[in-house]
Each structure stands twice: as C-alpha cells, then as structure tokens.
C-alpha cells in the first residue's frame, strides 16, 4: 500500500538556524508534491508545490527538493524565526486521483530565540 | 485570495445528534471540494470528494449513509454527521480546489471539532 513517511519527533531548532524535513514515501509514483504548514486548531496553508520533473523550488526563505529516484523530498525552513513554528505536512498527488491528495502525518517544528 | 469558510468551529452534541457542517468558498467558486477528518498527531485522511451538482465520491471504507454530503452551489459543500457517536468525535477539515488543473493546491477551512457526548 502506499505510505508517506514523516519523522514523527518534533525537530527542536535554534532562531536563525535551517530546519530541514523530510519525507519519504513507497508505492507511489506521484506527478507532484506540496508542502503545508498547519497550527494547532487550524486548517493547513499551502506553501511550495513541486512537480515531479523539477529538482528544486524556492519561495522566500522556503526550498523544496525532490528526488524521484530516491522517492524523498526535502523541506528547508532558512534563517527560522520563532513564527515558523507549526507542524509541516507534506501531500502527493497525481495519476489517476485526480486533485486528490495523499497526506503525510507532519512533523512539528520549534524554534526558540 | 482563495478564502474558505467551515462553521461551527466547534460542536459539542450528545450521542444520537445529527449534525451539519459547511464549507463556503468567499471569494471563488469551487467545483470540487474535499472533506478529511484528522486524529490527534495523524495524517489528514480524504473522507470524500465533492464536486458540484453530482454525488459525492467516499473513500473505502468511509460509510456514505452516515456521512452525508452534498455540494448543491459552486460555494457551499455541506457534510452532515448523521446520529453521531463519540467514535465519530474528530477534527473534520474541508478543502476546495480554485481551478480544474489536477496539480494545483488545495485551500482549506480552519476546520470544526466535533465532540459527541
């Protein structure tokens, strides 16, 4: 079946410092993948999509890499300010679901001053 | 751009209770709408896709008589909660997509918190 892998520990970072997720997945071949951020009691927001014929994305302090071949994509928060603290979830799509979205579980991100 | 709407927030209903919840896009006209409920420290799981004017599509395992949706306007997916248990106490988020590209992001309400006493 398929499944998408997020570390589950939460990732403890220093302000100023790059957070790096990352998430993994098996059995699927998805045309793309996005990145989220959700906050406790809220709905997530989208932030970066990548396709599967691109290597990487950049938006703002945001970079997003994706290796097919290793089946794995990187989400890279630089200089983290405490507001980038939230819970990243990352989402596969494409195929046959149409505009449907697999999730992952998230990992959650602190930042401390 | 691209607002969606969920209300209530939040439900606390004793067990036996139908309850109604609803998705408005604000500023846009959504054909397809998503519905997800999400367990504590869980994944998002898809419940449902709702396009307008059609029935709805359930995932497996997802029972269509007690999650009832309908998508009567381009604005506005409805997901009613019929005789609710406290099995069924969760986080239900909906999401609705802008366009008609497959590839595009989806924009999501701030979800509703059910609790069945």
């Known amino acids: 079946s398929q499944k998408i892998e997020q570390n589950s520990e939460a990732l403890n970072i220093q302000e100023g410092k790059t957070a790096t997720l990352t998430c993994n997945y098996t059995n699927y071949s998805p045309a793309y993948l996005q990145w989220y951020r959700q906050d406790p009691g809220r709905g997530p927001v989208f932030l970066l999509l990548i396709r599967e014929n691109e290597k990487e994305k950049r938006k703002e302090r945001l970079k997003v890499t994706f290796d097919t071949t290793l089946k794995q994509s990187l989400f890279h928060i630089t200089a983290s300010q405490p507001a980038d603290s939230a819970t990243y979830l990352c989402a596969l799509g494409g195929g046959d679901s149409w505009g449907k979205l697999q999730f992952g579980a998230g990992t959650q991100v602190v930042v401390t001053p | 751009g691209a607002v969606v709407s969920q209300h209530p927030s939040w439900v606390i209903c004793k067990s036996g209770t139908s309850v109604k919840i609803e998705c408005r896009s604000l500023?846009?006209?959504?054909?397809?709408m998503f519905w997800y409920r999400q367990f504590p420290k869980q994944s998002l799981m898809l419940m449902a896709t709702?396009?307008?004017?059609?029935?709805?599509?359930?995932e497996q395992g997802v029972e269509k008589d007690k999650f009832l949706i309908n998508h009567a306007s381009l604005t506005l997916s409805t997901l009613t909660v019929t005789s609710a248990h406290p099995e069924d106490s969760s986080f239900y988020i909906c999401?609705?997509?802008?366009?008609?590209?497959?590839?595009?992001?989806?924009?999501f309400g701030d979800g509703t918190r059910l609790s069945i006493l």
């Open positions: 709702s396009n307008e004017g059609s029935k709805a599509t359930y």
């Open positions: 500023d846009f006209q959504a054909t397809t």
């Open positions: 999401s609705a997509l802008t366009g008609k590209g497959h590839n595009q992001p989806q924009h």
